[in-house]
């Protein structure tokens, strides 16, 4: 199984920043990857997938990147609704397993 | 595009129950669906997915323990769950193949409570 590592766990910024969540694979996974939003209390919310394309509806301000086994996802200009759990996920074999998570809160 | 799950509860340990994920919106037939849970305060863990034809694949932890189906007819995805564990207690959500690729979850239901307790 491919194993999926993020960092970090939890980070704290403040309204307008730019912050950054890494994502490691165990392997190559060539770009098929997906990123997810979940708010407390709610359901995941697809960001983008194939490392860097994005979800209808997703704010540009999302972005992600990487290659190979290193991926990251991008948030600039932090907004009020952008702190929330994110989570990768592998998508290239079964099992799609995911990260264990960042959770972005409010400094 | 509307998935809504329904047959969570209480059960005990090693009994089975069944979930459903009615969907609506969509041409339920034309997409994969998948199975994705998530125990209290903790991350994603991603259970199975059923493809457009039928095709199965599932997670190990619940690999001869679990099945996805699908009933076009009535647009409806199940999961059977039997010899339920402990660490099955989790809240289980349906979610839909994106348009472009099949790992996308693209939408998801609001997810159903699983407790297995004696």
């Known amino acids: 199984d491919i194993q999926m590592t993020q960092s970090p766990a939890s980070l704290s910024a403040s309204l307008g920043e730019t912050v950054t969540i890494e994502c490691l694979a165990s392997?190559?996974?060539?770009?098929?990857l997906a990123w997810y939003q979940q708010k407390p209390g709610k359901s995941p919310q697809l960001l983008i997938y194939?490392?860097?394309s994005l979800h209808t509806g997703v704010p540009s301000r999302f972005s992600g990147s990487g290659s190979g086994t290193q991926y990251s996802l991008k948030i600039n200009s932090l907004q009020p609704e952008d702190f929330a759990s994110y989570y990768c996920?592998?998508?290239?074999?079964?099992?799609?397993?995911f990260g264990s998570g960042t959770k972005l809160e409010i400094k | 595009v509307q998935l809504v799950e329904s047959g969570g509860g209480l059960v005990q340990p090693g009994k089975s129950l069944k979930l459903s994920c009615s969907a609506s919106?969509?041409?339920?037939?034309?997409?994969?669906m998948h199975w994705i849970r998530q125990a209290p305060g903790k991350g994603l863990d991603w259970v199975a997915y059923?493809?457009?034809?039928?095709?199965?694949v599932y997670a190990d932890a619940v690999k001869g323990r679990f099945t996805i189906s699908r009933d076009n007819a009535k647009n409806t995805l199940y999961l059977q769950l039997n010899s339920l564990k402990s660490e099955d207690t989790a809240i289980y959500y349906c979610?839909?193949?994106?348009?472009?690729?099949?790992?996308?979850?693209?939408?998801w239901g609001q997810g159903v409570m699983v407790t297995v307790s004696s």
């Open positions: 979610a839909r193949s994106s348009n472009y690729v099949y790992y996308g979850l693209g939408y």
């Open positions: 919106g969509f041409t339920f037939s034309s997409y994969g």
């Open positions: 059923i493809s457009s034809s039928s095709g199965t």
């Open positions: 392997e190559d996974i060539y770009d098929i």
């Open positions: 194939d490392a860097s």
């Open positions: 996920q592998n998508g290239l074999s079964a099992p799609l397993t």
